[in-house]
């Protein structure tokens, strides 16, 4: 089993509608963050979490929120997805703050008509 | 804020020939710069990173050299395979804070069999 999962894997869905995607993992690492993929833009951090209590924005977190439900759990929400949300999105984790690797999920990609 | 820049966009070339992607960053206080490889449908994967109290790593047909003078480092992969088919991403952060970490914007490296 993966130690990163996210779900759904795909998805498509109207603009105005409410999307959560969901993010679990099994390393039992405390860092969590989600993660925007575009084509020519490289990966852009939307939101982090350091532990259950701590939710910070990243560099893009306009018409997103998050919840961190639990150590293993981080869901992203789009409140009113709109076309320009459409995109890979990464949910990925680490175990500290000079630790080197980021352990991403496969990856969420959301498609918004 | 660090801004990395990545090049080339797309790389092809032939199986067992050398690959050499490289990236620039801004920020003087960037002292990690890890190298991710994503596979189709999957998530970035660390293969290869260096701190800036070296100048170059290897590992079997990898290496990652930095040159912080000018602000500049670069992934070399030998002989290379079709396995190495994938999209690199480079990236620089301060000693500490994933937080930080600023991708670069992707390299499609193909290897023509």
């Known amino acids: 089993d993966a130690d990163v999962t996210q779900t759904p894997r795909n998805r498509i869905t109207k603009t105005g509608k409410r999307i959560m995607l969901e993010c679990s993992q099994t390393k039992g690492h405390d860092r969590m963050y989600w993660y925007r993929q575009d084509p020519g833009l490289g990966l852009r951090l939307i939101y982090y979490s350091f532990d259950v209590k701590d939710i910070n924005k990243g560099e893009i977190s306009d018409g997103y929120s998050v919840s961190r439900q639990a150590q293993a759990k981080f869901s992203l929400s789009l409140e009113s997805a709109i076309p320009n949300q459409t995109a890979l999105y990464f949910c990925?984790?680490?175990?500290?703050?000079?630790?080197?690797?980021?352990?991403f999920g496969e990856g969420s990609r959301l498609t918004v008509l | 804020g660090e801004n990395v820049e990545q090049h080339p966009s797309t790389l092809s070339v032939q199986e067992g020939d050398s690959a050499v992607i490289k990236c620039t960053y801004s920020d003087s206080a960037s002292n990690y710069f890890p190298w991710y490889k994503q596979e189709l449908g999957k998530g970035p994967q660390l293969i290869i990173d260096?701190?800036?109290?070296?100048g170059e790593k290897k590992d079997q047909r990898i290496a990652v050299t930095l040159n912080k003078t000018a602000k500049h480092f670069s992934l070399h992969i030998t002989e290379t395979q079709p396995e190495d088919s994938a999209v690199y991403f480079c990236a620089a952060r301060p000693n500490f804070g994933n937080e930080k970490l600023t991708f670069g914007t992707g390299t499609r490296l193909t290897i023509i069999p």
């Open positions: 260096i701190r800036s109290n070296v």
């Open positions: 990925a984790t680490t175990s500290g703050a000079n630790t080197g690797e980021l352990f």
